[in-house]
């Protein structure tokens, strides 16, 4: 064959070089993952409806704060296009943000005429330190039943002289620092057991319009790391006293529960109650730079009541937000 007629085939193209990735885009990755990792916990428990053990306890206190660092790996997952990353943290954000929502029906049920309107006050008075603008408050906004944590043995003698004339009656846990507590009545009460607990728990009954209120405070201890067991075992008793009149006399329970309703365990105690929370805003801490950013503090009426108005008080010497409740009892079936 002529050399002239030989082909000799194209050489083929050399492939390109893969463009390099944009620097930033790994530890934009790695940040999003670190950023999303703790929310990603929390969340998870709050959907499976546990406490767990701590950390979670404390964190869940937090909750609704961290759509921030899960919002923040959001757009770093975007920003380095790392599309399962930013899925994960958008469902991480978006669960976070339908935990803000209040948790229950919006209102009660109750029915039959109003037999009476019940204005009620419960406050932490941070070791009776709040005691003489708890005083001026009750004394300006009027409530039929005060409700006071953490008064020790001076605050309730203040209490008791200063309001002998409007709330004559009381129940009172004694004791020092954090564990004494005290309701002040205008409505005559008898006594009834105080819920077993390390700080004071007292109760009574009321007659209000001519029914038989139960009334309680609530004071458990807080979820620190080394007393969450403890805080889980008081707040089931307190759940306990809860179930035990869900289908009997009207229930008016108050005070620093030291839970949110995203701890499982107070949900559970609102579930055993078929009880309503009159209020849904942040009332802890007062005191320090940040605006309150938890619900502790709370007024929690069974179905005979309608919650008509809720206001936040500030007091002078307390970390806490004090809640005035405005409620209907009703007459029920």
Not at 31 to 36: C, D, E, K, S
Not at 292 to 310: C, E, G, K, T, W
Request: glycine share 6%; charged share 20%; aromatic share 6%.
């Amino acid at each position: 064959m002529h050399p002239g007629h030989d082909r000799v085939a194209p050489p083929s193209p050399a492939p390109e070089p893969a463009a390099p990735s944009r620097p930033g885009r790994r530890p934009a990755a790695w940040a999003a993952g670190l950023l999303v990792a703790v929310p990603s916990v929390v969340t998870g428990c709050r959907l499976l409806g546990t406490d767990a053990f701590t950390p979670v306890p404390q964190l869940l206190s937090f909750l609704p704060w961290l759509t921030v660092p899960a919002g923040l790996a959001l757009l770093l997952a975007l920003a380095a296009r790392r599309r399962p990353l930013a899925g994960w943290a958008a469902l991480v954000v978006a669960v976070t943000a339908w935990s803000v929502l209040p948790y229950g029906p919006d209102t009660t049920t109750a029915r039959g005429p109003v037999v009476e309107r019940v204005r009620v006050l419960t406050a932490n008075v941070e070791f009776g330190q709040a005691t003489e603008d708890l005083v001026r408050a009750v004394r300006r906004e009027r409530p039929r039943l005060v409700y006071v944590s953490e008064c020790d043995r001076a605050c309730v003698r203040v209490l008791t002289a200063a309001l002998a004339a409007s709330h004559p009656h009381r129940a009172v846990v004694d004791g020092e620092g954090p564990t004494g507590s005290v309701i002040l009545s205008a409505y005559p009460l008898t006594a009834r057991p105080a819920i077993p607990a390390a700080m004071g728990m007292p109760g009574a009954t009321a007659r209000i319009g001519g029914r038989t209120v139960q009334l309680r405070l609530a004071h458990p201890v807080p979820p620190v790391p080394y007393l969450v067991h403890r805080w889980k075992r008081e707040l089931r008793r307190v759940a306990d006293f809860a179930a035990a009149h869900r289908d009997g006399d009207p229930v008016l329970l108050a005070g620093d529960f030291n839970a949110s309703q995203d701890h499982a365990a107070f949900r559970s105690l609102l579930d055993a109650g078929r009880l309503h929370d009159a209020a849904r805003t942040p009332t802890w801490p007062r005191e320090a730079r940040l605006p309150p950013y938890v619900q502790i503090d709370h007024v929690l009426v069974s179905d005979d009541f309608r919650v008509r108005a809720v206001r936040f008080l500030d007091l002078a010497g307390t970390d806490h937000r004090a809640v005035l409740a405005e409620l209907d009892l009703h007459a029920g079936r």
